[in-house]
């Protein structure tokens, strides 16, 4: 391993540990994700990294569920379809463990964006569904806040060669060790004191927002004229945060966003994607989806809009909204101009809708509400969250209240408002 190489994991390994899931002495972490049978051993090297870190942070354990692309694709060229609809529960069941201890817990999501792109949709989908369903438990603890929990990702050869690929290996990977580092603020002087400003900023913005009560949001642009209406009782939020036992850590790193309840009965309009999304390896690329009383009513992809259908599928919930994100469109990952074909970083780099369920703090009192009493509300529940992206330059966005006024919130994709 080369010395800039060394320097390279080092410095995003202490971003990681020390801010975004925040080890605390005597703490056990758990590396893993979840969401792709596990971490990918072509993160080897930055995970004996953050291993490393976390150990001189004070770390009692440092645990590692990993897993192999290569095999999960192979699963899906070789195994009965049936195999998909009940999947292996040991993953899910350790990673919940750790939940339930109150262990930290950093989610490597780092994978081929194109892993499946040739299997059958309705394979993949089906495997989603399984999967959602197996981590609804986890997501559940998550959205409670019940431990330091963050999200995070890595270059690997074949998402590098994804996002720059007409570069040789050795390039494609520091490109997006690069675009990586700009992301998440650690090519400034001190980027731990960027990142307390950072977050200080979006917290003020949330504040601000959910003093502000509005009831809906009106989204225009040239593609998109989509109005959400919110949760009663909703509040917004940002990416820092604490845990119940007091512990401040990011959820998500990078984040740009400031974040709110949707109501699950009152959006209306029409949307269009404006980056390709990632699902379970498969490219989902320009869709546009209709919603009536909340509900998608009909849509349109340019690629994989079978897989996007059976998504939708997957229960009574996953054709609803359970998620607004507000992201300006001059933040540094939409201004590096990278596509990085992953949604953590996609998310942030315009502003977005999610499908399926909602998180319960984002609703006063939201923690201690059973499913019902959040539907009541306007939450939405579902075993799937599907982020997806729709700001743009030309995006207009205002806050409507109950009065029938209306606030600009952003002019051509920028923030009209200082909190």
Known sequence: MSAELERVLKSYADLVVKVAVNVQPGQRLLVCNPWS????????????????????????????????????????????????????????????????RGDAVLILYAEDPDLLKDQDPAIVAMAEATLSSQLKPMMDYRSQKVTNCAVVSAPIPRWSARVFPHETPQVQEEKLWSAIFGACYLDCRDPLQSWREHIQDLGERS????????????????????????????????????????????????????????????????????????????????????????????LAAAKNEEVLKRVLEADEGASRLGEVGLVPDSSAISQSGVLFFNTLYDENAASHLAFGRGWKSCIQGGGEMDDDAFIAHGGNESVDHVDFMIGSPDMDVDGLTAEGNREPLMRNGEWAFTP
């Open 37 to 100: 049978w596990g971490v990918s051993l072509d993160a080897l090297p930055l995970v004996r990294q953050i291993a490393t870190t976390a150990y001189e942070a004070g770390a009692s354990f440092v645990d590692v569920l990993w897993g192999d692309e290569e095999l999960r694709r192979m699963a899906f060229l070789c195994a009965p379809p049936e195999t998909f609809k009940r999947l292996p529960a040991w993953h899910s069941d350790g990673v919940l463990e750790y939940f339930r």
């Open 207 to 298: 504040k601000y927002l959910t003093h502000k009560k509005f009831t809906a949001l009106r989204f225009t642009s040239e593609v998109t004229d989509l109005t959400v209406g919110l949760a009663d009782g909703h509040t917004w939020h940002c990416a820092g945060d604490v845990t119940q036992k007091g512990i401040p850590f990011v959820a998500n790193l990078p984040t740009e966003e400031v974040y709110t309840l949707p109501h699950r009965e009152r959006v209306e309009g029409v949307v269009r994607s404006t980056r390709p999304l990632s699902c379970g390896g498969v490219l989902i690329e320009d869709f546009t989806v209709m919603f009536r009383n909340g509900k998608v009513v009909s």
